[in-house]
């Protein structure tokens, strides 16, 4: 079993920048993909971003160039750094770690932009 605990959010105007972070309660070392998903009121989950073990990342179009990835196995953590917000940007941010065998999911984060 694995906890995910996600830190760094918050309300922030427009054109602002904030940082989160998922630490995993255990080593993180053989979860192939690590992703950041969001989901804003009445709409569906989404994938923002994700990382792979060895590094390739991949991001939702509307968030190319504003948004990175990063991951750091010796301190079992994932983050995403995001630049330039949008008020479109306000949601709940999850984590989400997988392997082969096993998914996990953190809490959420609320992210609100205000315009």
């Known amino acids: 079993q694995v906890q995910l605990v996600e830190s760094g959010g918050g309300l922030v105007q427009a054109g602002g920048s904030l940082r989160l972070s998922c630490a995993a309660s255990?080593?993180?070392?053989?979860?192939?993909?690590m992703s950041w998903y969001r989901q804003a009121p009445g709409k569906q989950r989404e994938l923002v971003a994700d990382i792979t073990s060895g590094g390739k990342t991949n991001y939702t179009d509307s968030v190319k160039g504003r948004f990175t990835i990063s991951r750091d196995n010796a301190k079992n953590t994932v983050y995403l750094q995001m630049n330039s917000l949008k008020p479109e940007d306000t949601a709940v941010y999850y984590c989400n770690i997988r392997s082969i065998l096993n998914e996990y999911w953190g809490q959420g984060t609320q992210v609100t932009v205000s315009s």
């Open positions: 255990r080593s993180i070392f053989g979860f192939n993909v």
